[in-house]
């Protein structure tokens, strides 16, 4: 998959690390700013019930290739405690790989791309997330998933998997927290989806 379309054509080559680290109820993973300051990252996420709809729908209508989109919404620190990501809103980006015969993997069409943003910026809305489907695969960041991450150098935003694989065809929605650890390594932390708002 590929969140950009700033390398077209780039790939990496070298060994990648794969880190998949569980939220910590009740506690947030400190991570270090380059300055030195610990600061929490999210470990929840909200659904807005629209969104979750508009969510399912673009994955399903999708099949059998990849969905792909980017969420918008907030992210909200409540009493002190871990930012919580809410999304409201999901928009979903036309694939370039399907559209190329590619049903497993996802990469952004440019101009579907920036007409989105341009759509977002025009209704004070931020971007928070992005999301793509796993329709055949459980919802964990793929090899190439994590290149894809690498390459849009995506760090502190969410990240969503909805895997269609299990036999019910029942949707399987997990966010994740792309960020750098203290030592730099790309992490790919698992956020709780704690709530679908009604
Ligand atoms: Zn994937």
Known sequence: MELTI?????????PMT?????????????SEEPNGAIVSIPTAATLAPQAYEQLLHSCTAAMPNEACGVLAGTIQRIDGGAPVVNV???????????????NNSFAFEPASWIQTLYHMQNNRQSLVGYYHSHPASPPLPSASDMIGIREAAARDTSYWIIS????????VVQPYWIHNDPNGQLCCSP????????
Request: without cysteine; positive net charge.
């Open 18 to 30: 794969i880190r998949i680290i569980p939220p910590s109820p009740g506690s947030a993973q400190p």
């Open 191 to 198: 956020l709780m989806l704690t709530e679908i708002r009604i």
């Open 88 to 102: 409201t809103h999901v928009y979903s980006i036309l694939n370039a790989a399907a559209e190329d015969g590619v």
């Open 6 to 14: 700033s390398h077209p054509g780039k790939r990496l080559r070298r």
């Open 164 to 171: 269609l694989a299990n036999s019910a065809r029942q949707p």
